[in-house]
């Protein structure tokens, strides 16, 4: 591990903002370090967190040093920056406007900032410095009588201001001695009155967020830290399409100095099943209904494979490209796209069949139209028979390693299960008995990458590697969780890859970069859900506490964790870090199910 990493610990000093049509990343400093648009996956027009000097910047600074505090408005995704200076202390508040408006969801490609002195007379700097095309174009500015235009990218970037246009240009102080606003807009500018619709749309979009809390049906225990997951959760899901990307970041380092540095501005199919129970287990059907949709129109009627993952817009020709950025912390490379769309992964098929059960077994669903029901069960079971006796590239995505993968096996058996469920309910013995044949061959393939003598299960068929993902036959109950050989399985894999605080690593054998050096997070929550499933809850509790100390200020979670001193790494926040702890938390509380009063 590079020296630094093991006496400074790295944590990401930024929050996020988003309205399902954008997210931004605000550093404690007031600077917009990261955001795309139009959409998640398009160039940056503030990237300053993969290169300081071509990504531009938007941020609102005093002279002088400066102290910081960061927060987000209650159960909202609204974001205050606290900054006091040698002059006065300001707030600036931040968000993405979203509300209901004629029966739908305005969300506007716009991004707000509220300004607001606090004490003294503070003095501040605008500096507003957008980019095209990664950081390769300047965009050239024209001054308004009250905006500024910036002409150069796919559409006209606007900043509305009643700020001084001309202190903006030449990046001079300006007296905050009452509230300011700044509104950027792309494509459509604001028409509007700017200090009246800033605080219509604030008020709106903080009703929005605070309602849509109300209406889970999140618990007490553990419910600070939920609602937070509940909420980065949704704001990752390009509601156009409903698709839920991993991560609205591209190229943050696994570790540093790993040259693990991926784009992970796309839609796994292998998170599946699980983005959707974590929806369900907040008892929101909205965003379930979007993702369903998006696996539909990837799916109905698709010869041939399906993609590990696919853009936003389920578009499959994600080519990888390396970009001449210098990169966060100087980690190269810096990619965009993601060749992992061309690797082999067969989960996928049984986690297609995992998302469509509710459709047919949750009476709060409803399909209107059944008919062609049997077809596409059909065309998914041929499709793990079709790669029952093929190696793939796995959970974890190895570049040039394939084998028969136990956890891909996992899902070809939980799918199958989901496919007889689905069958009886459109009255098809045909398929059930075709599902049911599948799952004993699937059984077989996952038996056979069982250890007698260690007595549990590996990675894979003849490869004797511990992997976190065997956690899920425990989780997903291919073992009883009362056996003797669950508990064996638990016990060993525990004693493999089990790190400090509740930190669990993926698997410790070497990959197509060499050795793995941080956990990776989900893993942990796994973990505590296997913990809960064979009765040790007690342990359970203990060690996902341990793990809610891996956020960063503001209750965000990372895709990797360095054991040695808790450090944060990996693309950020992390969708899927946030889908584990909902699950794991969902799962503690359903096993414990105390009164509220106690």
């Known amino acids: ?51 300081k000097n071509k990504g531009g910047s938007f941020s609102i600074l005093p002279e002088g040093k400066f ?16 900054i006091s200076g040698e002059e006065g202390s300001y707030r600036v508040t931040d968000f993405a406007p979203r509300f209901s408006q004629f029966d739908r969801y305005f969300k506007p490609l716009m991004l707000i900032r509220k300004i607001e002195p606090l004490s003294g007379n503070p003095r501040v700097k605008i500096t507003c410095k957008p980019v095209a095309e ?14 500024l235009d910036f002409l150069g990218a796919d559409s006209l970037l606007r900043l509305t201001s009643n700020f001084s246009i001309n202190h903006i240009i030449d990046s001079s102080l300006s007296v905050l001695n009452e509230t300011k606003y700044l509104v950027l807009t792309y494509g459509s500018p604001l028409e509007a009155p700017l200090e009246s619709t800033v605080e219509a749309f604030f008020y ?7 309602h849509w809390v109300k209406t889970t049906s999140i618990g007490n225990m553990y419910q600070k830290e939920v609602i937070r997951s509940a909420l980065v959760l949704k704001i990752h899901q390009y509601e156009d399409t409903g698709a839920i990307i991993a991560a609205s970041t591209t190229s943050l380092p696994e570790f540093d100095e790993s040259g693990r540095n991926w784009d992970y501005r796309y839609c796994w199919l292998r998170d599946a099943y699980y983005i959707l129970l974590a929806f369900n287990n907040i008892g929101h059907f909205e965003e379930m209904e979007r993702y369903f949709n998006f696996i539909a129109n990837i799916s109905v009627g698709k010869e041939g494979r399906y993609q590990p993952l ?9 080519p990888e490209k390396i970009l001449p950025l210098n990169g966060y912390l100087n980690n190269k490379p810096v990619r965009i796209g993601n060749q992992a769309s061309e690797h082999i992964q067969n989960d996928i098929y049984g986690q297609v069949l995992l998302s469509l059960l509710p459709l047919y077994t949750d009476a709060r669903f409803s399909v209107d139209e ?53 069958a009886h309910n459109i009255h098809d013995k045909k398929l059930e008995k075709w599902a049911k044949n599948l799952i004993k061959k699937a059984s077989a393939k996952i038996e056979a990458c069982y250890d007698k003598e260690t007595k ?19 989780v997903m109950r291919y073992l009883n969780p009362n056996s003797i050989k669950a508990k064996n399985h638990l016990k060993n894999i525990e004693k493999k890859l089990q790190a400090p605080n509740g930190l669990f690593y993926r698997y410790l054998h070497a990959d197509d970069f060499g050795l793995p050096e941080t956990t990776f997070l989900i893993t942990a929550f796994w973990h ?27 209750g965000l979670f990372s895709e990797d964790v360095d054991s040695a001193n808790g450090g944060q790494w990996g693309n950020f926040p992390q969708a899927y870090s946030h889908v584990g702890l909902m699950n794991a938390a969902y799962k503690i509380a359903k096993k414990i199910d105390n009164p509220n009063f106690l």
């Not at 950081?135 to 905006?147: A, D, F, M, R």
């Not at 709106?204 to 605070?210: R, V």
């Open 204 to 210: 709106k979009t903080k009703k929005y967020w605070q």
């Open 370 to 422: 059944k008919s062609d029901s049997a077809t596409w069960i059909s065309s998914l079971l041929s499709k793990i028979e079709m790669v029952l006796d093929e190696p793939d590239a796995g959970l974890w995505e190895f570049r040039n390693q394939r084998n028969y993968h136990c956890y891909t096996y996992l899902f070809h058996w939980a799918g199958c299960h989901s496919a007889i469920k689905i």
């Open 310 to 318: 696919y853009g936003i817009t389920g578009n499959k020709d994600l």
């Open 528 to 554: 505590v859900e296997a913990l809960v499933t064979v009765g040790r809850t007690k342990e359970a509790i203990t060690k996902f506490e341990n793990l809610l100390q891996y956020s960063n200020h503001l």
């Open 67 to 82: 102290e910081s505090k960061q927060y987000y408005i209650e159960n909202t995704n609204i974001l205050c920056t606290e």
């Open 456 to 474: 549990m299960y590996y990675e894979a068929i003849n490869a004797k590697n511990a992997d976190a993902s065997t956690l899920q036959l425990i």
């Open 134 to 147: 990664y950081g390769e174009k300047k965009l050239k500015v024209y001054p308004g009588s009250h905006h």
């Open 1 to 51: 591990m590079n020296k630094a990493n093991e006496t400074k610990k790295h944590i990401y000093n930024f929050g996020i903002i988003g309205n399902c049509n954008y997210i931004a990343h605000i550093e404690d400093t007031t600077n917009i370090c990261w955001l795309c648009l139009p959409r998640f996956d398009s160039s940056f027009i503030f990237g300053g967190l993969v290169d």
